[in-house]
T-cell receptor
């Protein structure tokens, strides 16, 4: 597996502001993803972070709201823009280590975000 | 569209009281079924991958089994430290993206 570090671990933000979440992995990984986890709900994929190109967003998520960067194979950022109370959630970074298509995803400990 | 349903939503056990968690799934071409454990304030921790019906995996007090329609996570003689939310996910086709269930919250009382 891999050691995945997310920063910040939690934050309380004002409505209308933006926050950038960082995800650092201790080894090069092929795939990196960003998820949202709301209480009582399943994990929802926001986007796949592609190294050197634009992220691939899932239905319901757009680049203007959730811009993502992935400058190399060990680091990615997710920005939550123009936040509203509905964005209060846990945001999780995950990675796939190795190749073959059957490898599990491994997760960071998440960023707990509250919007006032 | 892949679907994953976990039951029960919540389960309370006494220490030593064995039980099972269920994960029912609908996919076209299962590429893997994954079990995770998630503690409060933490991200999901990978436990097992199952690939085909009849397969079983064990780790300490946990045993995961798989049929063509569902997976069970059996917990034998649980301890309070087994308290967590257990998530099930399935992957199908050629995608790296699994579909997650909502999880089962397990509380084991001493």
């Amino acid at each position: 597996s891999a050691v995945i570090s997310q920063k910040p671990s939690r934050d309380i933000c004002q409505r209308g502001t933006s926050l950038t979440i960082q995800c650092q992995v201790d080894s090069q990984v092929t795939m990196m993803f960003w998820y949202r986890q709301q209480p009582g709900q399943s994990l929802t994929l926001i986007a796949t972070a592609n190294q050197g190109s634009e992220a691939t967003y899932e239905s319901g998520f757009v680049i203007d709201k959730f811009p993502i960067s992935r400058p190399n194979l060990t680091f990615s950022t997710l920005t939550v823009s123009n936040m509203s109370p509905e964005d209060s959630s846990i945001y999780l970074c995950s990675v796939v280590v190795g190749v073959g298509g059957n490898q599990p995803q491994h997760f960071g400990d998440g960023t707990r975000l509250s919007i006032l | 569209e892949d679907q994953v349903t976990q039951s029960p939503e919540a389960l309370r056990l006494q220490e030593g009281e064995s039980s099972s968690l269920n994960c029912s799934y609908t996919v076209s071409g299962l590429r893997g079924l994954f079990w995770y454990r998630q503690d409060p304030g933490k991200g999901p921790e990978f436990l097992f991958t199952l690939y085909s019906a009849g397969e079983e995996k064990e780790k300490e007090r946990l045993k995961a089994t798989l049929t063509k329609k569902e997976s069970f996570l059996h917990i034998t003689a649980p301890k309070p430290e087994d308290s967590a939310t257990y998530l099930c996910a399935v992957r199908s086709g050629g995608s790296y993206i699994p579909t997650f269930g909502r999880g089962t919250s397990l509380i084991v009382h001493p």
